[in-house]
């Protein structure tokens, strides 16, 4: 359901993006600090959860880590900003935030993960999740 639209659906638009305009994402030295911070923040506080197995508050947070890379792409719009600079940070940061929620879904949806891993590192669109 959510998770599955949310994580997924902002792969492929980074994807799609990163493509259409010719970025080459997953590199990290392109990425903004503060960022970075706010997404490994996000990452500790699951683990922590996750320690103490507390699965569906872990989940909870993963998927709100999903929503705030939702909100970003809205918000920075990288299919407008004529700037390739710019939109080489914003989708580079938006696949760290990727990458990382990857890391954060693989024990829960281990296919799932490999899936959108092979898609974030070679660039290419991929169905995660087939429609019941």
């Known amino acids: ?3 599955a639209n949310n994580f997924g659906n902002l792969l492929n638009r980074t994807i799609f993006l990163a ?9 990290f030295l392109n990425i ?10 996000y990452v500790k ?14 989940c909870d947070l993963i998927s709100e880590l999903s929503d705030f890379g939702n909100k970003y792409i809205t918000e920075k ?4 900003n004529k700037n390739d600079k710019e939109v080489q940070v914003v989708l580079n940061n938006l696949s760290y935030l990727l990458l990382k929620l990857i890391d954060l879904y693989e024990p829960i949806i281990p296919e799932s993960a ?3 891993r092979e898609a974030l590192t070679t660039a290419t669109s991929v169905i995660l999740f087939k429609k019941l």
């Open 114 to 116: 490999k899936r959108a």
């Open 19 to 27: 493509n259409k305009r010719n970025v080459k994402i997953n590199d």
């Open 32 to 41: 903004e600090n503060l960022f970075r911070k706010k997404v490994e923040e």
């Open 77 to 80: 719009k990288p299919w407008e």
């Open 1 to 3: 359901g959510v998770l």
């Open 45 to 58: 506080r699951v683990e922590n959860i996750f320690s103490e197995f507390e699965i569906k508050l872990g």
